[in-house]
């Protein structure tokens, strides 16, 4: 049977509404699911924002969990509401940009997102991608890691166009147009190895030196901007 990603959320919803009741303040769907991009090994990626978030209640959630079809896809966060308006500013602009509301709303998170934290952000992912990147050339030589990476990439070209023009494009495809070249080709080589996941290690050194290189020079770039 077909999986319906609609129909397999209602269902959820249902059973999250019975069991937190009026502690549940809000549901939403990120990842290839949310942005209409879910191929069949895609996870189930939700976010469940509650009133306050126990140890109790992330064990009840667990076991609820474990009623449900495709269980073994689902993955995500849950979290306490405090907790959330207390999260790192520059990880709450992809959280909150990168999430589909299913039921209430994370509105309240826009007015804690700044400029800085935007940039902070992109400078952070950049760190990040050069960091493994760079030990992957040396250590790990993984073809698996470098996909990965140039998956992360796409959130850091989502914020950097954010940053140029205050619109945030969730769909790789419709992004890829409108960026500047360089942005480009990192998005379109992360699209290309989910198509052909071999060519990560037949062109393992070439495609390693460009995410390196990009990466490095938005460390640079970004730190400028942040000064």
Not at 6 to 29: A, E, I, R
Not at 42 to 55: C, E, F, G, K, M
Not at 122 to 130: D, F, T
Request: glycine share 6%.
């Amino acid at each position: 049977m077909d999986f319906n990603i609609d129909t397999w959320m209602k269902v959820y919803l249902g059973k999250l509404k019975s069991l937190f009741g009026s502690h549940l303040l809000f549901v939403g769907l990120q990842g290839s699911y949310g942005r209409g991009e879910a191929t069949v090994n895609s996870d189930i990626d939700v976010v469940v924002i509650l009133n306050h978030a126990t140890p109790e209640d992330l064990k009840e959630y667990n076991v609820m969990l474990d009623t449900l079809p495709n269980r073994e896809k689902v993955c995500g966060f849950i979290s306490g509401h405090q907790e959330l308006i207390n999260w790192e500013r520059s990880d709450l602009f992809q959280f909150y940009h990168d999430t589909t509301p299913i039921f209430g709303s994370i509105d309240f998170l826009l007015p804690l997102i700044g400029k800085n934290d935007i940039r902070r952000a992109i400078r952070i992912g950049a760190c990040n991608i050069y960091h493994m990147c760079g030990h992957n050339m040396v250590h790990e030589k993984d073809a698996k890691i470098l996909i990965s990476l140039y998956k992360t990439a796409a959130f850091t070209v989502q914020a950097i166009y954010y940053d140029l023009t205050g619109t945030y494009i969730k769909q790789k495809a419709k992004l890829i147009p409108v960026l500047h070249p360089q942005e480009q080709e990192i998005l379109q080589i992360g699209i290309t190895f989910k198509k052909q996941p071999n060519l990560a290690l037949t062109e393992f050194e070439r495609f390693s030196e460009l995410l390196f290189n990009w990466a490095a020079g938005l460390i640079i770039k970004y730190k400028a901007k942040l000064d």
